[in-house]
């Protein structure tokens, strides 16, 4: 994933200079006549809902090791999680470790000032470790219905801490609300309203079995983007926006052949750095 990160903005930066020669010389803020494409990369601190997270495997192999039939079907109620924004570490490690924002997108005509983006934040699930909450169903054909203490050794640690990647399709509005007499400054509204698939890479420890699973498609999210856009000389922007997302995992992959399933709200702070240009 990080590799095609990499070379998605190199050919993207690359195309957008060799393009832009021309018509960036007698391009401004106001007067604009084509579309503008734009692209852009940022962070995030996100923070989650309570869920509760539906494990399921009903496998009957046999495992004397293991305490016998590796079968289960539970679910913990009220689970807690936060993210891991690595925000301290951006000058000293790889740029795709912290919680990551990246768009691409592209605005129609600037008399409307409506656009069409990609959109993918890269948040980190961390569920935490040692709360105590209530756990019901069966376990090794044992059932179990009470309060327990979530032990991430002998019993539970979960994480979508590659990611749990949300990936959207967003309609654009942009209004803008101030704009400078040299017309090199530009402050914007702009609100975004999407959909689409979640991609997590889990990390599970269950039992006392550890597993970093794959990259997948687990389910889908939904949110709206609202925040300010501002535009300097003509071709770079900061972006802020605040972020309400509902992602449901139907599909989250765990120990052998086990699933599990949750589904939360979160609330992010973005801020990304772009660059446009006219097409």
């Known amino acids: ?12 930066l690359t195309f957008s200079f060799a393009k832009s ?25 996100c923070w989650f809902s309570k869920s509760d997270i539906h494990f399921k ?10 305490g016998g039939v590796q079968s289960y079907d539970f ?3 009220d689970v807690t999680a936060r993210d891991r924004p690595g925000i301290k570490d951006i000058f000293r490690t790889d740029l ?27 948040t980190k699930y961390i ?52 704009t400078s007499k040299n017309n090199k400054h530009l402050i914007s509204g702009v609100a975004k309203l999407g959909a689409g698939p979640v991609i997590p890479r889990t990390e599970v420890t269950l039992f006392g079995e550890n597993l970093n699973n794959k990259f997948h498609v ?33 599909d989250v992959l765990v120990i052998g052949e086990g699933k599990a399933y949750h589904h939360f709200w979160t609330f992010e702070n973005i801020l990304v750095l772009g660059y446009q240009f006219s097409l």
């Open 1 to 12: 994933m990080k590799r095609i990160v990499y070379l998605t903005f190199l050919f993207l």
């Open 218 to 250: 687990a389910g889908y999210c939904a949110g709206l983007e609202v925040g300010f856009r501002y535009e300097a000389f003509k071709h770079i922007y900061l972006e802020y926006t605040a972020k309400g997302t509902f992602a449901n995992y139907t």
């Open 57 to 66: 495997n009903t496998t009957t192999e046999f495992d004397a090791s293991k």
């Open 75 to 77: 679910t913990i109620y």
């Open 127 to 178: 569920m935490e470790d040692f709360q105590t909450r209530r756990v019901e169903g069966t376990i090794r054909g044992q059932a179990i219905d009470q309060d327990t203490l979530i032990d991430p050794k002998t019993f539970l640690h979960f994480e979508h801490s590659d990611g749990a990647n949300f990936l959207m399709l967003n309609f654009v509005k942009r209004q803008k609300l101030f």
């Open 21 to 45: 020669q021309d018509s960036l010389l007698h391009l401004t803020p106001t007067k604009r006549t084509k579309g503008t494409f734009y692209l852009s990369w940022g962070y995030n601190r």
């Open 96 to 122: 795709t470790i912290p919680q990551y924002n990246y768009r691409i997108g592209y605005f129609f005509n600037n008399k409307y000032d409506l656009g069409i983006e990609i959109n993918f934040d890269h």
